[in-house]
């Protein structure tokens, strides 16, 4: 372990020293997750190393579109991978790979660990945690750049769909002019820019509108308009056919209404466990130490955590202290 960032350089050395690579990111994996994975993957790739992609819970089928995601592989109990480094990607903690990937990656030493979570506890040999990065594609971006990797297409679409996802489209706080000129170097290398964005934001399945109606019905505006939440129950995500990443984003309703400072999602999954999203438009509120409080985390604005149920109490738990975090903030 070590406490301090490495720098690219010696990150680049790894790479240079080894040939067989096996690249992780978290459970539900979002467009950072798998978009770092393959645009660092297509770039390894490039330089004619070995390259592994795993990924606990697979590649949404909204995300099935990124180029590589052929190449990523769900392992099972019994899967054990023969590679020298491993990458772990946009995953703060290790059990957030997942109980398969990190069995299957055991008996690998070395490892590399690439990340924008402020809460990440450095769980590998070499760490590089920039919180200030507002997508752990940036990192990458800026790792490859720096250290004149190879920046093929396949990678840029993927770097691109990571930091614009993780960004709100360039839209939130954490949005810099770097990022902006990250994106432009990333449209320079080939991004096909209206394809990916229409693949991205405008070709959602039917039933994740369906969904929306649903989350619609359930919302609450409390705490003098300043909090707005929604739920999910199993009984909707059975009803309506639902698949896990289909409600990916949806909470941006919550944030989008005028005087709201956190919004809230509570989804029962279906292991009874209450799984909790929340978004703070304010500064003065971090949601990240509210769900600390409850063993989530995350970053200031956007962080989450796992209750125990039933849905009511985890609801009334987790919004009580959102009250005490709004105490006093006009
Ligand atoms: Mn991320």
């Known amino acids: ?72 592989k769900t392992p099972d109990l019994s899967t054990e ?68 990797m190879p920046i093929p297409q396949a990678s840029a679409e993927n770097l ?15 949005t810099t002019a770097k990022t902006y000129r990250i994106g432009a170097s990333l449209l320079e290398k080939g991004v096909r820019i209206g394809e990916i964005n229409q693949l991205l934001y405008e070709n959602f ?19 003098d308009g300043k909090v707005a939440s ?5 009984e909707t995500v059975q009803r309506l056919g639902l698949e896990l990443d289909d409600s990916e984003g949806l909470i941006d309703h919550l944030r989008s209404i005028q005087g709201v400072h956190v919004a809230v999602f509570f989804e029962e999954l279906d292991t009874g466990k209450i799984r909790v999203s929340s978004r703070s438009k304010d500064d003065r509120v971090d949601v990240g130490q509210v769900c600390g409080h409850f063993g989530g985390g995350g970053h200031k604005l956007a962080a989450g955590a796992r209750m125990t149920g039933p849905i009511e109490t985890a609801e009334s738990k987790f919004l009580t202290q959102v009250y005490d975090a709004l105490e006093g903030i006009g």
């Open 1 to 72: 372990m070590t406490t301090e960032n490495v720098s690219f350089a010696t990150i680049r050395e790894q790479i240079d020293a080894h040939d067989r690579f096996v690249l992780l990111s978290h459970v539900r994996p979002d467009a950072d997750a798998i978009g770092s994975q393959l645009g660092l993957a297509h770039s390894l790739l490039e330089l004619g190393k070995e390259v592994t992609l795993l990924t606990e819970d697979g590649v949404p089928s909204s995300l099935a579109f990124l180029p590589g995601t052929d190449f990523i």
């Open 81 to 148: 991978i023969d590679a020298e480094v491993v990458f772990a990607l946009d995953t703060a903690t290790k059990p957030r790979l997942g109980e398969k990937v990190n069995a299957a990656v055991a008996g690998i030493p070395h490892w590399i660990n690439i990340d924008h979570h402020i809460t990440n506890p450095r769980y590998a040999n070499l760490n590089h945690i920039d919180s200030n990065a507002p997508a752990t594609g940036e990192i990458l971006y800026d790792f490859l750049d720096s250290t004149e």
């Open 160 to 174: 691109y769909a990571a930091i614009s996802t993780d960004t709100g489209s360039f839209q939130f706080p954490s």
């Open 205 to 223: 399945p039917f039933r994740r509108i369906e969904l929306l109606r649903e989350l619609l019905n359930s919302l609450k505006v409390t705490g």
């Open 230 to 234: 929604w739920r999910l129950t199993q």
